[in-house]
């Protein structure tokens, strides 16, 4: 575990990460949400401040998947997570719209986009390197409790906990953040061959305590991640708070 003084260090220290990812050619797994935009900003400083013929390789051979999107919104609506991406990385970058990849949010058949969106993951050969967040209620992606170690991508409600957590980008009304989404599950998380878990905040830093110290359970999906070899976590000081370090 890394241990910043503050968010706008963790994004720093993520963003290395995630340069050093894309200079190796790796499928990224990205996330959005609050924590995300200082991390994001800071790749797009990163690139920005590289070569030109080194920038343009890199963004030619961006490969990325999404973990999630809201069931009924899509690129046009201003709380989906394709106009986030979009927003953070591909508008600013250049990046065609093909190579951000999420889940389609206005698909006819939610749990058939799921198995879609899934099965294109491992075709691509899986995640090299998983970005995640940590939800109030302990979910990574929108998988929320409770919820299994081996649950696929797949469509389902959202907790009333997680559309409090997310109405700042719908006006600050719970009741307009979409009631379902798509998500990747704990499977496909937990087989990527490295996850990053970045954690910001005093607000988290109780189910942050929870999910690394408890037994693993499916309560806490994020617990589930405990015990994989490829994890790494940035947080810092107020999110590790309650955290025996040394």
């Known amino acids: 575990m ?6 706008a260090a963790v994004a720093e220290r993520v963003a290395d990460t995630l340069l050093r990812a894309l200079r190796r050619g790796s499928c990224l797994g990205l996330a959005t949400g609050r ?30 998947f999404n973990l999630d999107e809201y069931v009924g919104l ?3 609506d201003a709380g989906s997570f394709a106009r986030f991406m979009a927003e ?26 799921a198995r879609r969106y899934g099965e294109a993951v491992r075709r691509a050969g899986g995640i090299d390197l998983q970005l995640l967040g940590l ?15 081996d649950a696929p991508c797949r469509s389902l409600a959202l907790s009333q906990v997680t559309r409090q957590q997310n109405a700042a980008a719908f006006g600050g009304d719970p009741a307009a953040v979409p009631a379902q989404a798509i998500t990747l599950g704990t499977a ?28 693993p359970s499916a309560a806490l999906p994020a617990s589930w991640l405990q015990g994989h070899p490829g994890l790494r976590i940035v947080v810092d000081a107020a999110a590790a708070s309650q955290l025996p370090l040394s």
């Open 135 to 149: 939800g109030n209620n302990g979910h990574v992606g929108f998988n929320e409790p409770p919820c299994p170690a």
């Open 188 to 215: 496909e998380i937990r087989v990527a061959r490295r996850l990053l878990l970045v954690v910001t905040g005093a607000a988290k830093a109780e189910v942050l305590r929870r999910c690394l110290l408890e037994p």
């Open 74 to 76: 899509g690129p046009a």
């Open 88 to 113: 953070q990385l591909g508008d600013p970058l250049g990046l065609p719209a093909a190579a951000l990849r999420l889940p389609d949010g206005l698909a006819a058949d939610p749990p058939a986009e």
């Open 2 to 7: 890394q241990v910043e003084p503050d968010a």
């Open 35 to 64: 924590t995300m935009v200082p991390v994001y900003g800071a790749l797009r400083r990163r690139l920005a401040d590289l070569p030109s013929p080194e920038r343009g390789a890199l963004l030619a051979g961006w490969r990325s």
